[in-house]
């Protein structure tokens, strides 16, 4: 790897943004011209000025990291997407679709043909084609799994046979094994012989005839131990192991928790089958939190930023379709106290107050749920605790700002009765807003949805329709 592609990969995205907007739209400037000047035009596009300006889009293109080539290809229209993707090495295609988002995945196997596509698996591993499986047109897979050695088939059909939240959708077959009975010199002088040892290699896996795992011998281990001892000595069979149908996240949780690098994945008779590592946990991770932001607003995960607008108008509307359920449903209930607002006009200045904050304490609890079940720090034992736990927290904070916002209400329109009104309104609200954070998470979950699908979205609706029935409700018995 050359000293420059080394700096572009340390450089800032936003720096690297700029120079590919900068590169592309010199480019793109000539081919404007181009089209205004129909055939006398062509001479300026064979002139040695857009050769020259294609050649430097070309080099920077070359020198990025295919996760760099990825950010800029999601920060890019469709039409400049292209122009980038063309220009990407067919070596490195694989690795930039195995970065990109699911959405730009999406636009950019679209315009590939199948040679194409076989091309850009074919240098991939068995775990990268798995990845990129479910995006790719079925008679592409056929002529995949026709071109693999067997081995390398089976691994393959394996790897697919997983659900994407499973710790065998994120294994990794590339290890290093040994045995416990070589000595350390053996397995130096093996090492040496490879081209290179695969990714986040900190630990050899030590297996017997029938490869089941035995423990595991560290790297930093065998660098500094006499090399006449045997692996058997050194080794540690004290190790974290996963099994192929264990919850990714739990699996993700594992290495926060234990500061792993990698570790192993063995089936029900521990035998090895492969290993997680550190950078397909980092991988996971950030997708699932793409998907909980996502998610949140009711957003599917197959938009990304320039999507075409029929698209966006098709994953968005059902969401919105809710949203003005709910809107009406609230306007309705503001309907039911028109005489009682006729009568008081500080009410319609004073609720949204209430269904506001009502809102924003709603997605406070939601978020720390959310969080709780996707960490797996919840379950049925705990969901009693924790519902009392955030009444208590909406019971103090009501106190606290309902005897703020009354107190501000007493001073704007010297009327205490409606300070008081306005204190228990928000408490109320606030105290609805606690019991449905909570619940509408835990009922997604139950029902074996994402709780955070359009969890944001219910519980504004909820709060608003729920703080103007609580706030119009008090002022019309006890003001009117």
């Known amino acids: 790897m050359s000293k420059k592609k080394i700096h572009n990969e340390n450089e800032d995205l936003q720096i690297l943004l700029q120079r590919a907007f900068y590169l592309l739209n010199r480019y793109k400037l000539v081919e404007g011209f181009v089209n205004l000047q129909g055939d006398s035009g062509q001479v300026l596009a064979d002139s040695s000025v857009q050769k020259r300006n294609l050649d430097e889009l070309q080099h920077f293109i070359?020198?990025?990291?295919p996760a760099d080539i990825a950010d800029i290809l999601e920060a890019l229209p469709l039409e400049d997407r292209l122009i980038i993707w063309n220009l990407v090495k067919t070596e490195l295609d694989g690795e930039v679709l195995l970065e990109a988002s699911d959405a730009v995945r999406e636009t950019l196997i679209t315009g590939m043909g199948i040679n194409e596509l076989l091309a850009a698996t074919e240098l991939l591993d068995a775990d990268e084609i798995a990845d990129l499986a479910p995006d790719l047109p079925r008679e592409v897979i056929d002529d995949v799994f026709l071109s693999l050695p067997t081995a390398e088939r089976e691994r393959l059909r394996e790897a697919m046979s997983y659900p994407e939240d499973a710790v065998g959708a994120l294994m990794d077959f590339d290890v290093i094994t040994i045995r416990e009975n070589v000595r350390l010199e053996v397995v130096l002088r093996y090492l040496r012989r490879l081209d290179e040892l695969p990714d986040h290699t900190d630990q050899l896996f030590v297996i017997d005839r029938n490869e089941h795992l035995k423990g595991v011998l560290l790297v930093s281990k065998l660098l500094v131990s006499d090399p006449d001892i045997k692996v058997s000595e050194v080794m540690t069979k004290e190790m974290i192991t996963l099994h192929p149908d264990d919850n990714a996240q739990q699996a993700a949780s594992a290495f926060e928790r234990y500061d792993l690098v990698s570790t192993s994945i063995v089936d029900n008779n521990g035998k090895l089958q492969g290993r997680v590592t550190v950078n397909t946990v980092i991988d996971f991770i950030r997708d699932k939190a793409d998907d909980k932001e996502r998610n949140l607003a009711g957003l599917s995960e197959e938009e990304d930023l320039f999507s075409p607008v029929l698209k966006s108008v098709k994953n968005r509307w059902a969401w919105l379709a809710i949203n003005l359920v709910t809107a009406f449903i609230a306007s309705r209930v503001i309907g039911l106290f028109e005489d009682s607002i006729a009568q008081l006009v500080a009410l319609a200045a004073l609720m949204p107050i209430i269904a506001g904050i009502g809102g924003n304490s709603g997605n406070q609890t939601i978020t720390m749920i959310v969080r709780g079940l996707a960490l797996g720090q919840i379950n049925t034992g705990s969901a009693k605790k924790i519902i009392l736990k955030e009444i208590g927290v909406s019971v103090i904070n009501g106190i606290i700002w309902g005897a703020v916002v009354g107190l501000f209400?007493?001073?704007?329109?010297?009327?205490?009765?409606?300070?008081?009104?306005?204190?228990?309104?928000?408490?109320?609200?606030?105290?609805?807003?606690?019991?449905?954070?909570?619940?509408?998470?835990?009922?997604?979950?139950?029902?074996?949805?994402?709780?955070?699908?359009?969890?944001?979205?219910?519980?504004?609706?909820?709060?608003?329709?729920?703080?103007?029935?609580?706030?119009?409700?008090?002022?019309?018995?006890?003001?009117l």
């Open 409 to 479: 209400t007493f001073v704007i329109y010297q009327n205490a009765a409606l300070g008081l009104i306005m204190m228990l309104a928000m408490a109320l609200n606030l105290l609805l807003a606690a019991l449905l954070g909570v619940l509408i998470p835990l009922t997604l979950r139950r029902l074996g949805r994402d709780p955070a699908l359009g969890s944001s979205v219910m519980i504004t609706a909820v709060t608003d329709s729920g703080g103007f029935f609580i706030f119009l409700g008090l002022a019309t018995i006890f003001l």
């Open 62 to 65: 070359d020198y990025l990291h």
